[in-house]
């Protein structure tokens, strides 16, 4: 018997070698070698059946006809101007990859050969049509990626790929897609964002394949009907000019606003200039409101930003303070918008004056834009550059497309808003450049008939007397509102869902059906939903907390006292209990005769009622409730893993932390020192960390991990006794998160401390994401005292791919070499090797394989394969743990 399991080992671990010697052979990765030619070895493996070339030099692929049995060609980021024709000989090919090249056409005569191609990714070329002969793929092609591209028309041969899955097309240059695309049942996943698309309209198809399928279906009912419509944002300093442009442009003449009627939040309005319908969106200018403006703030709209020239000096401190922030902003959130910037009070002005600060202005935003453009190119080039770029192919991609959108600025028009003349002058220029298709492809929309019905009876029903001032209606009573119109007795809830959802796109209505307190509430006036954000996050707060008056205190079970508690908690710690919350809102309320939605947006219960508000405000990442239970629940029933999990039900105190209101401390920094031997990240940013931006990330750090202690800037966090600094360091050209973490005492202590900081990063990483125009990086300072070497981390992709296995790295700056685990995500190996085990025996048995001993094989799956001649009998399949 021990004869027989020797016999069996020595044969198992031969035929493992085999195959791991034919994988090789079958699978070649010749990625990043930077090759201009394919070597003839390569060439001469006829088995070959998966071969990587990614980021090379390849121009032609001459000789890899000869490869019959390829399945996997990977071509991407090559410098291919011409379609490899060769490619028509790969006849049992699967998967073709050919993205990222300069590739302008491809014959006919090449797909008609690939009989069994699944997944074609041609992606970031030059394309404008495809083959007719792509159809032939029809009973197997399953993903297809053709976004950013130069397609003016749908290419007709994709309709006829009768398995299509997946279908990428976004970044073109489409104003229409084919019904029949979408009446088939094989399409899953359809992605066309990008593109000028008027019929479907972008905000359409921002819906799903669904909400498509019955846009088409109501359009076929009918035809379809042109909506001109531009949503318009005014953004500016405080006391710029925004409202008094605003409601002068609407109003067809000059409108001064007082200086204590100034913007409050935002505010909303909407007008038309001949067939074209603008939705002005007015944002208060104090950074208390910008918070809530990465909410409403959406592409596809144009941006008019409001200088005051009368201010205005021609430095580098002016310039960020009034324009640079905004520009700096809009970059990374819309980075494909319009800006017409709009100089005001130019009546305190000499003409001379105008034309100075017009010129300044205009060749700082342009130097901006440009140093923005030449930041992304030497980004994109080190990745290049790098030894091993395979490890950055995240980031290189999306610094590609950061380098592909940039802000279109206007020219700058000077105006006098108590002149009629100049606002009339305004107008003119705001209609010229909005029937410019180039800058505004997407303003016309085509819409099936209900959509405008539907949209016009909202309308009529939130100006009815009977409508309430907040706009507030629940989604099934608007239904019923609506049913009792007579054109609209057939609208059911399906697509009622889909209109809403296409208006509150587009700005008219909000309904946010994702937040679970919200999900049946539509706001039929927008400018509500803004009174609710400024409840809280408003100018000059602490003394709307002073001002609450006796009676609402009375009302609230409060005291004089109480208040002047509140007051400084809210000065020194930003925090305000749920009884300061309560007392807070209604007096704003009463004192501007909204009683009646009191209990609607704080809930019925005065001690655990959640309400609206708090709903929105943490969907938003603007507040952080806390909760302080002074007991474990004795009756708690036993979490069992599976079963649903009842919370209980907190009978303590609970308190709100509002983040952009913590002041500025160094005391946590401070405490915590200054370690050279600490495990020490930075997170870059470029162009900078944007407003609000550490705030966000507060609330959602601290609702994964216990807080133990926060400031304007700081954070420290806690978890298993462990702890971790987080610092924000926001300067021109140098601005980044730090994170600390204590060196481990014992070597075993690492993989927890990486655990912690890998979990943080990705949080961070996610957040970003929001910014389009935002560049990140994660890079480890060198250890060295005074070195200002950094070593940049590879891409983040959630699966802990980025835990190094090298046991040792080089400062290529200082050339000093340090553990690896010391500056990046890795848990080192035992000092000492663990003892030799005693043998262990195997008995094979139909099921898999039985220990008896020590062992470090175990079975993983059964699966029917071909063992050596001593292995015949039962069918197992073993891995060797390393």
Request: glycine share 4%.
């Amino acid at each position: 018997m021990c004869l027989l399991a020797w016999l069996f080992r020595v044969n198992l671990h031969t035929w493992l070698s085999r195959q791991e010697q034919e994988d090789r052979l079958c699978e070649v990765n010749l990625s990043t070698q930077r090759l201009r030619v394919l070597p003839l070895t390569v060439l001469r493996n006829s088995m070959l059946e998966s071969l990587d070339l990614d980021r090379n030099k390849l121009r032609r692929i001459t000789g890899i006809s000869k490869l019959c049995n390829l399945k996997r060609l990977l071509l991407s980021k090559n410098e291919f101007v011409e379609f490899p024709n060769e490619i028509q000989s790969l006849v049992c090919l699967e998967r073709l990859e050919l993205n990222q090249n300069q590739i302008w056409i491809i014959p006919e005569g090449v797909f008609s050969h690939l009989p069994w191609l699944k997944h074609l990714q041609l992606n970031n070329n030059r394309l404008c049509a495809l083959p007719r002969d792509l159809a032939a793929c029809r009973g197997s092609l399953q993903y297809l990626n053709i976004s950013n591209n130069l397609f003016c028309t749908f290419p007709q041969p994709v309709l006829q790929l009768a398995r299509l899955q997946e279908f990428h097309v976004q970044n073109n240059a489409l104003r229409q897609l084919p019904r029949e695309l979408f009446q088939g049942q094989s399409l899953k996943m359809f992605k066309a964002s990008g593109n000028p698309l008027q019929e479907p309209p972008s905000e359409v198809c921002a819906g799903g394949i669904q909400q498509i399928w019955n846009y088409f279906n109501q359009l076929q009912h009918g035809l379809g009907q042109e909506d001109k419509r531009v949503k318009t944002m005014f953004l500016g300093a405080s006391l710029a000019g925004k409202s008094t442009i605003c409601r002068s442009l609407k109003q067809g003449q000059s409108k001064l606003v007082p200086k204590e009627e100034r913007t409050v939040g935002i505010e909303i309005s909407e007008f038309q200039i001949e067939h074209f319908t603008f939705l002005f969106w007015n944002f208060a200018g104090q950074l208390e409101y910008y918070m809530t403006h990465h909410v409403f703030i959406t592409p596809q709209a144009l941006i008019i930003l409001v200088i005051n020239l009368h201010m205005y000096q021609t430095n580098d401190k002016t310039f960020k303070e009034l324009v640079g922030f905004w520009i700096n902003n809009l970059s990374m959130r819309v980075s494909n918008s319009v800006v017409l910037p709009v100089g005001t009070h130019v009546d305190c002005c000499q003409e001379q004056e105008v034309a100075e600060k017009t010129h300044d202005i205009t060749a700082r935003i342009t130097a901006m834009l440009a140093e923005r453009k030449s930041k992304l190119a030497h980004f994109i080039d080190n990745l290049e550059g790098s030894e091993e770029p395979k490890f950055y192919v995240d980031q290189w991609e999306r610094l590609k497309e950061m380098e592909s959108c940039t802000l279109t600025i206007l020219n700058l028009v000077a105006v006098n808003c108590m002149d009629h003349r100049d606002i009339r002058k305004l107008k003119a220029i705001i209609l010229k450049h909005v029937k410019n298709e180039e800058l505004f492809p997407e303003v016309v929309r085509v819409l099936p008939p209900i959509y405008r019905q539907v949209e016009a009876a909202i309308v009529d029903i939130a100006q009815s007397e009977e409508m309430a001032d907040h706009g507030m209606m629940d989604v099934q009573y608007l239904l019923s509102k609506l049913s009792q119109r007579k054109h609209l007795a057939s609208l059911d809830r399906e697509l009622l869902q889909d209109i809403l959802w296409y208006l509150h796109r587009i700005g008219l209505v909000v309904w946010y059906e994702e937040i679970k307190h919200l999900e049946s509430t539509v706001f039929l006036q927008p400018i509500f939903l803004i009174t609710m954000f400024k409840l809280l996050q408003r100018h000059h707060l602490v003394q709307q907390l002073e001002s609450i008056s006796v009676e609402t205190l009375i009302g609230e079970h409060a005291t004089i006292r109480d208040r002047a508690n509140w007051v400084w908690t809210f000065k020194s710690k930003a925090m305000l209990c749920h009884q300061a919350v309560r007392s807070l809102v209604k007096h704003q309320l009463f004192s501007e005769g909204r009683w009646d939605v009191f209990e609607e947006i704080m809930g019925h219960r005065p001690h655990r009622g959640r309400g609206k508000l708090f709903s929105l405000l943490e969907y938003f990442e603007l507040c952080l409730e806390l909760k302080h239970t002074e007991a474990l629940n004795p009756q708690a029933r036993e979490f069992v893993p599976g079963k649903p999990w009842e919370t209980t039900r907190n009978k303590g105190k609970s308190g709100y932390l509002f983040p952009i209101y913590l002041n500025q401390t160094e005391e946590v920094t401070e405490f915590w020192g200054d370690h050279p031997e600490d495990l020490h990240i930075c997170a870059y940013f470029s162009p900078e960390i944007p407003e609000g931006f550490f705030q966000r990330l507060l609330v959602k750090a601290c609702s994964f991990y216990s807080t133990h202690w926060v400031a304007k800037v700081t954070c420290l966090l806690v978890c298993n006794g462990k702890p971790l600094l987080i610092k924000e360091n926001n300067q021109r050209a140098y601005s980044y998160l730090e994170l600390h973490s204590r060196k481990p005492s014992e070597r075993t202590g690492f993989q927890f401390a990486w655990d912690f900081l890998v979990a943080v990063v990705p949080i961070i990483q996610k957040l970003a994401e929001e910014w389009p125009g935002l560049h990140m990086c994660v890079k480890t300072p060198c250890r060295t005292s005074g070195c200002p070497a950094e070593l940049l981390w590879p891409d983040i992709d959630g699966t802990g791919g980025m835990y190094t296995k090298e046991d040792i790295k080089t400062c290529r700056t200082c050339g000093h070499c340090f553990g690896a685990e010391l500056l990046l995500p890795k848990v080192p190996r035992p000092l000492e090797e663990p003892p030799a085990q005693p043998s262990a025996h195997y008995y094979v048995t139909s099921y898999g394989t039985t220990t008896f001993g020590p062992s470090s094989i175990h079975v993983t799956w059964q699966v029917r394969t071909l063992l050596p001649p001593l292995a015949q009998g039962p069918t197992v399949m073993v891995r060797l743990l390393k």
